[in-house]
């Protein structure tokens, strides 16, 4: 009743009552969070800074034999990676990226049988660790069992050269500054 008269007595009253609840209805509505139709601002990107791992590196790699011991010399170029991955006497190039803590590179072997391994893995100051794969497509030949999909490998590289890297599931003592 107390609406019915206010309509008949003031109606620009009603309609700035009727507004401004209309309006407080859509603020309160906004607090709770977007509602469908409402445009949402765009999300910023967030790049990060790539951790720092260029110089010499000692790297242990399982592979289905044992463990392969080499060194890796990487350049790096922001969050580009380049250099070599050198084991038994030969030398073979690499290529790769870093974001934040986490870097990707990928190792061409030459020979008979070409392939390419990549290396996953987490930079944690001198020391990076991941898994390993065969890239590029179709099965990697293992010997007894024929042909065969190549399993994950962990690997291990802890900076600088006077530790001996044994295996990667034990690593040794991460005293070296080099």
């Known amino acids: 009743m107390g609406n019915m008269i206010l309509r008949k007595r003031n109606p620009i009253l009603c309609s ?3 507004a401004s609840a209309l309006f407080a209805g859509g603020a309160q509505a906004k607090a709770n969070g977007p509602t469908p139709g409402d445009t949402v601002p765009a999300l910023k990107t967030v790049s990060l800074k790539p951790a720092k791992v260029g ?3 000692r790297i242990a790699w399982d592979v289905r034999l044992g463990t392969v011991r080499g ?3 990487l350049k790096q170029r922001a969050s580009q990676v380049s250099g070599t991955f050198e084991e038994n006497g ?3 190039s690499l290529a790769g990226s ?3 803590h986490s870097i990707t590179f990928q190792v061409p072997f030459t020979g008979t049988y070409p392939f390419t ?3 996953n893995g987490t930079i944690d100051r001198g020391k990076m660790s991941g898994t390993s794969a065969s890239v590029g497509g179709g099965p990697v030949y293992l010997g007894h069992g024929g042909e065969v999909d190549e399993p994950q490998r962990p690997w291990l590289a802890i900076k600088g050269l006077k530790h001996q890297l044994v295996s990667p599931n034990k690593p040794p003592k991460e005293d070296d500054d080099d």
């Open 90 to 92: 030969k030398t073979h």
């Open 55 to 57: 110089g010499k590196w």
């Open 16 to 18: 700035l009552i009727a």
């Open 98 to 100: 870093i974001q934040g």
């Open 71 to 73: 060194i890796l010399i």
């Open 117 to 119: 391994i990549e290396f």
